[in-house]
């Protein structure tokens, strides 16, 4: 399989790191208008074009004039994504890498997106299905340059709802890479429970175990990942059991990983039901 390497260095902008933790943005209201722009392709469709294969990294050059519509599923506004946004589609989701920060102020959750994905990188990395905009030296993902977003990226209606799919730690697969996903009966194992979510002070990602408690699958698990730029860092983790939102992140040495985006989201006060 050839890889593709398409490079935009002659545009990118040099600048400093600026901090994941973001002030608060209550986002427009909801509505607006959709651009008229017709899709002819989808997520699956985009994966499909790599060979299958699970932790090789594979990237290929998309040539063909294509354009997908998503809806924003997860962003940057509590720091625990950086300079990517996860769309989702009918079809799955994806991982959209974006070199610039305070995406939620142009794409936030809910808002639908158009993207023309012509000479875009439809890439597998780690295990994880990804578009971006260039390889950097060494190998690793660039994202679209701020200054090229107009170009690729169409932003239509704000407040699109993406119903989750409900399941359960054993139906996991990477099938659901970057879509929302609901579990029921879940809880923070005892040694992760009433626990930080992340290191905030010394900025160290931390990944804390949930299992399910129901119904002859007890002890499945699974981890929420949190960085430590996260704005919901130094929040304790419940101690309860219950049902929890959050983004399906793949896995890492064969553990599911999830990413939270929002404390609210995460239901788990009801008596457990494992020890």
Same mark, same amino acid.
Request: proline share 5%.
């Given at each position: 399989?050839?890889?593709?390497?398409?490079?935009?260095?002659?545009?990118?902008?040099?600048?400093?790191?600026?901090?994941?933790?973001?002030?608060?943005?209550?986002?427009?209201?909801?509505?607006?208008?959709?651009?008229?722009?017709?899709?002819?392709?989808t997520?699956?469709a985009?994966?499909?074009?790599?060979?299958?294969?699970?932790g090789?990294?594979?990237?290929?050059?998309?040539?063909?004039?294509?354009m997908?519509?998503?809806?924003?599923?997860a962003?940057?506004?509590?720091?625990?994504?950086? &300079? =990517? +946004?996860?769309?989702?589609?009918?079809?799955?989701?994806?991982?959209?890498?974006?070199?610039?920060?305070?995406? #939620? @102020?142009?794409?936030?959750?809910?808002?639908?997106?158009?993207?023309?994905?012509?000479?875009?990188?439809?890439?597998?990395y780690?295990?994880?299905?990804?578009?971006?905009?260039?390889?950097?030296?060494?190998?690793?993902?660039?994202?679209?340059?701020?200054?090229?977003?107009s170009q690729?990226?169409?932003?239509?209606?704000?407040?699109?709802?993406?119903?989750?799919?409900?399941?359960?730690?054993?139906?996991l697969?990477?099938?659901y890479?970057?879509?929302?996903?609901?579990?029921n009966?879940?809880?923070?194992?005892?040694?992760?429970?009433?626990?930080?979510?992340?290191?905030?002070?010394?900025? &160290? =990602? +931390?990944?804390?175990?949930?299992?399910?408690c129901?119904?002859?699958?007890?002890?499945?698990?699974?981890?929420? #990942? @949190?960085?430590?730029?996260?704005?919901?860092?130094?929040?304790?983790?419940p101690?309860?059991n219950g049902?929890?939102?959050?983004?399906?992140?793949?896995?890492?040495?064969?553990?599911?990983?999830?990413?939270?985006?929002d404390?609210?989201?995460?239901?788990?006060?009801?008596?457990r039901?494992?020890?």
């Open positions: 399989m050839k890889k593709y390497v398409f490079s935009f260095l002659s545009l990118l902008l040099v600048s400093g790191m600026s901090s994941c933790i973001k002030e608060h943005y209550t986002g427009p209201p909801a509505g607006g208008t959709d651009p008229n722009l017709t899709p002819n392709t997520i699956a985009l994966k499909a074009m790599l060979p299958s294969g699970g090789a990294n594979f990237n290929l050059l998309i040539t063909q004039n294509l997908i519509e998503a809806v924003v599923v962003d940057d506004q509590s720091g625990n994504l950086y &300079k =990517s +946004v996860a769309i989702e589609d009918s079809t799955g989701g994806i991982n959209l890498l974006l070199d610039g920060t305070y995406l #939620y @102020t142009k794409y936030p959750v809910g808002r639908r997106l158009f993207i023309n994905v012509t000479n875009l990188l439809i890439c597998r780690n295990g994880l299905y990804e578009l971006a905009g260039y390889i950097q030296p060494g190998g690793k993902l660039g994202g679209i340059p701020s200054p090229l977003f690729y990226i169409t932003a239509g209606k704000w407040g699109q709802y993406m119903a989750p799919k409900v399941i359960n730690v054993a139906q697969s990477d099938a890479q970057f879509e929302l996903v609901q579990f009966n879940v809880q923070f194992i005892s040694g992760d429970m009433a626990q930080p979510y992340a290191d905030s002070y010394g900025l &160290k =990602s +931390v990944s804390r175990t949930l299992e399910n129901f119904n002859g699958i007890d002890g499945q698990t699974m981890v929420a #990942y @949190t960085s430590g730029y996260a704005n919901f860092a130094n929040v304790l983790t101690s309860g049902t929890l939102l959050a983004v399906f992140d793949g896995y890492y040495n064969g553990t599911p990983q999830l990413l939270v985006r404390t609210s989201e995460v239901n788990l006060y009801g008596p039901l494992c020890p």
